[in-house]
C-alpha cells in the first residue's frame, strides 16, 4: 500500500460497525474494507477477509475491526461485535436512479436524464443517492458516466454566484433591511453558505446565495 493511500484513510470513520444495522450482507466470496467503513469515491478498496460460505454468517470481532481501523488509519468509537452475511447476488439487489447518458462537467440533470436500474448491492456502497430529486436540477461536479451509482460528491447545484464577482450584502435586522457592496472568494449555487468580503471595510463573512447578484448574511 502507498503512503499517498494510507494518508487518505487517515480522516475517514467507520460507518457501519459505529451505527446502523449490527448485521453486514455480501455477496461476493471476499469482504472488502468498504463492506465495514465508508470510503469515500475514488478511494481504492482493498479485501480484507474471505467471506461466509453462501447463505452463512459470520461473526466480526471488535478485536478484528479494531485491527483494521488501526491499520488503515481509521477513526471509530464505540467499536462492537457485528456478524456478517453471504447472500447470492441475484435475489440481493437495490433500485438506484442512474444517468441514462454521460454528463460533462457543469451539465444539468433533469427527469429525463434519469432511469431506475436495479443492481447487485455489492455495486451500491456507501453513501449512494437513492433518490430522484437529489439529483433533478443539479449540475456534474466532474465527468459523469451513464450507468453508474451517484453520490453527492458528484454533484452540485448550479452555480449563481462566481469567485471574485461583485454581490450585495443583505443584513436583515427585525424591520429594518441594510445593503453594502462586496465580492464573494468563492462560487455558490441558490442556498449555499460562501465566504464574502465587505469591499468597504475589508471583513471576511459567511453569507447564504440568495440569487446570482445577493448573498444574505447574519448581522454580527
Not at 143 to 151: D, H, K, Q, S
Not at 152 to 157: E, F, G, K, M, P
Not at 158 to 174: H, Q
Not at 190 to 213: A, L
Amino acid at each position: 500500500m502507498s503512503k499517498k493511500y494510507f494518508l487518505l484513510l487517515a480522516s475517514f470513520s467507520a460507518l457501519l460497525p459505529c451505527e446502523g444495522p449490527a448485521d453486514i450482507a455480501v455477496s461476493k466470496s471476499e469482504v472488502y474494507l468498504s463492506d465495514l467503513f465508508e470510503l469515500p469515491s475514488g478511494v481504492q478498496d482493498v479485501m480484507v477477509m474471505p467471506a461466509p460460505a453462501p447463505e452463512g454468517r459470520q461473526e466480526i470481532s471488535v478485536a478484528f475491526l479494531r485491527s483494521l481501523a488501526e491499520r488503515y488509519h481509521l477513526s471509530c468509537e464505540d467499536l462492537h461485535t457485528v456478524w456478517i452475511q453471504r447472500q447470492n447476488v441475484e435475489s440481493f439487489v437495490t433500485s438506484v436512479p442512474l444517468l441514462k447518458h454521460p454528463k460533462q462537467k457543469g451539465e444539468r440533470i433533469d427527469a429525463k436524464d434519469i432511469v431506475w436500474r436495479e443492481l447487485p448491492n455489492h455495486s451500491v456502497k456507501g453513501a449512494v443517492i437513492r433518490d430522484t430529486q437529489e439529483l433533478q436540477g443539479k449540475v456534474a461536479r466532474n465527468f459523469l458516466r451513464e450507468g453508474v451509482p451517484l453520490r453527492a460528491t458528484n454533484i452540485q447545484r448550479p452555480v449563481l454566484v462566481r469567485k471574485n464577482a461583485s454581490v450585495t450584502l443583505r443584513v436583515k435586522m427585525r424591520n429594518l433591511l441594510a445593503t453594502d457592496k462586496g465580492k464573494a472568494l468563492e462560487d455558490g449555487g441558490q442556498g449555499d453558505t460562501i465566504r464574502v468580503v465587505n469591499t468597504k471595510s475589508g471583513k471576511v463573512v459567511e453569507g447564504t446565495v440568495s440569487d446570482g447578484k445577493t448573498v444574505d448574511v447574519t448581522p454580527v
